[in-house]
């Protein structure tokens, strides 16, 4: 006879009551909703004002308006390729591929740190260059550097607040001086920052600008000994600086232009230097330099020889993702890690999903 | 004659594990999303968990074709055995196909899909933003009916269990029950 006959008719006998099949209904019912609950509270459903990448990324949409298949930020920007030439250095210091003696393909992208796609070229707007070493293998290192010393913030909220505080107003078209003191007084570490920046003297163009990784990352040797790094690529053109001419009198694109007119006269080239931390260096805090005098491994030379445009480029396909790494480079402590990547991945997603309008630096402009 | 009351011991046993591992997936997936801090640490876990759990539900679909399935409750009228059926083909469906629409999507993306250190898998389509915008809302999607899916057959199996107690439970527990 089958058990499953025998087992409901001995709980035939023992018939509920009622109430006791009350109890038991309410507590499936309580249980599932407390399922239910657990989740949308790790999705962060009852916290709507945490800052979430989806929060940060439609700050950038708020301040700049939607521009689409454009990214969020660095929107303007051209399509670059070349190559890394290790000179096997670093392989003291990272186990990565990379850093073998040899030869690597590279995609890059130069761009304004700006949420505006077709923000005029300035001086002071941060410059940023975005590499893809591609390795053996599949394997990949990614990285977005600026020209900036050191970044004005420690954590995504302080970026937050002050893309916030820094948005221009209608009516002046410039900061609130209000808010911008606000948000000074409450950072002290974004002033000092700051200072740092104004100190070091802005280049004439792309090409001789010095890119910095600014966050601080780890090398992992053959032997699994970590070593924090920052690195920076220091060009082999030579510094300039630049001119002082009014902005009227500058073209729209004249950075990008002059990068174009650059690298179809001749390849440009940087030397990877890889500046080795002490202990007791900050590994967490994007806004702090290392002390002057730390050892620098001059690990090789990238040379960038092909531009296009953004809108045909190899680059607009890529998420320059910063926490990309092959094996042999690790993430430090630095919480704008975690938040860049996430951030970047948010941007790459939505404009992925969207038709892009013509970038401001045209295909033709390329080619001249 | 036995009547075989029990899910085979293979059977439980890989749906006992993929329970936790695919709750504990959809908790990071939710999670990972709303994250800037943790974002990193949990997609590092979640892209070979993904793999993990395409990999077993593979094996347990072979192993759910070659076992006997005891046979459900004789009260079970014929609607709920159909809907008992369904739920059970979506959810196998879903297993398999979330964890590949998450590898086809970081294809599209160009991105490498790395599992461990210096190992990770071939790319299983080309790359193409607008796939990828499309797979990666796909992935979400898919993701959200999982866990309704769950949400249906966690409450159902708790109401047979404690309400109806027709001890529809004791073919999947995890210990052994044997028949009287």
Not at chain 1, 356 to 362: C, F, I, N, R
């Amino acid at each position: 006879m089958p058990n499953y006959a025998s087992t409901s008719m001995e709980r035939e006998v023992a018939k509920p009551s009622a109430d006791g099949t009350l109890v038991r209904v309410s507590s499936v019912g309580i249980i599932v909703l407390a399922v239910v609950g657990i989740f949308l509270y790790l999705g962060g459903w009852f916290s709507p004002h945490k800052l979430t990448p989806a929060r940060l990324v439609d700050g950038f949409e708020e301040v700049n308006g939607i521009h689409p298949g454009f990214r969020r930020n660095h929107g303007k920007g051209v399509s670059v390729s070349g190559f890394f030439e290790s000179n096997g250095q670093g392989a003291r210091l990272s186990k990565a591929v990379v850093f073998t003696a040899g030869r690597v393909p590279v995609i890059g992208r130069f761009s304004l740190g700006s949420g505006q796609p077709y923000v005029a070229d300035a001086p002071d707007t941060a410059r940023g260059l975005g590499l893809l070493f591609q390795l053996p293998d599949g394997e990949e290192w990614r990285t977005a550097m600026v020209n900036l010393p050191v970044f004005v913030v420690t954590g995504p909220q302080g970026f937050y607040d002050l893309m916030m505080a820094s948005r221009p107003e209608p009516a002046t078209g410039k900061p609130d001086p209000a808010k911008m003191a606000a948000f000074f007084g409450s950072h002290p570490e974004t002033v000092q920052a700051f200072t740092v920046i104004k100190s070091h003297p802005v280049s004439s163009g792309f090409d001789n600008s010095t890119f910095n990784s600014l966050n601080a990352f780890r090398f992992v040797d053959a032997n699994g000994n970590s070593t924090p790094v920052r690195w920076s690529l220091a060009p082999l053109q030579p510094f300039e600086p630049s001119a002082a001419a009014d902005a009227d009198q500058r073209d729209k694109n004249y950075l990008f232009d002059a990068l174009i007119a650059n690298m179809h006269q001749h390849p440009l080239q940087w030397r990877l230097l890889i500046t080795v931390g002490q202990p007791g260096d900050p590994t967490d805090n994007a806004t702090i330099p290392w002390p002057e005098g730390r050892e620098q491994v001059d690990a090789g030379t990238l040379t960038l020889d092909h531009i296009e445009s953004d809108d045909s480029g190899l680059a607009r396909e890529i998420n320059f993702d910063p926490l990309v790494l092959p094996a042999g480079i690790a993430p430090s402590d630095d919480p704008l890690l975690s938040a860049r990547s996430a951030v970047y991945s948010q941007s790459f997603t939505r404009r992925a999903g969207e038709t892009k309008e013509p970038g401001a630096v045209t295909p033709s402009e390329v080619q001249k | 004659m036995t009547t075989q009351r029990q899910f085979p011991a293979s059977m439980r046993f890989l749906h006992w594990l993929m329970a936790a591992l695919v709750l504990t997936m959809l908790g990071i997936g939710v999670a990972m999303v709303a994250s800037l801090g943790d974002y990193h640490s949990l997609v590092s876990i979640h892209r070979p968990l993904g793999i993990l759990i395409l990999l077993l539900v593979v094996i347990r679909f072979v192993n759910r074709l070659l076992s006997n399935v005891p046979p459900l409750p004789p009260e079970f009228p014929p609607k709920e055995r159909y809907v008992a059926a369904a739920s059970e083909v979506m959810l196998y469906t879903l297993l398999f196909v979330i964890p590949l629409v998450g590898w086809a999507m970081l294809s599209a993306a160009r991105y490498p899909i790395v599992l461990f250190g210096s190992i990770h898998l071939f790319p299983i389509l080309p790359r193409n933003l607008v796939l990828y915008a499309f797979l990666r809302r796909t992935h979400t999607a898919l993701a959200y009916l999982l866990f309704f899916a769950f949400v249906a057959h966690f409450g159902a199996v708790l109401f047979h269990t404690w309400v109806m107690r027709d001890g529809l439970f004791d073919r999947m527990a995890p210990w052994r029950v044997s028949g009287r």
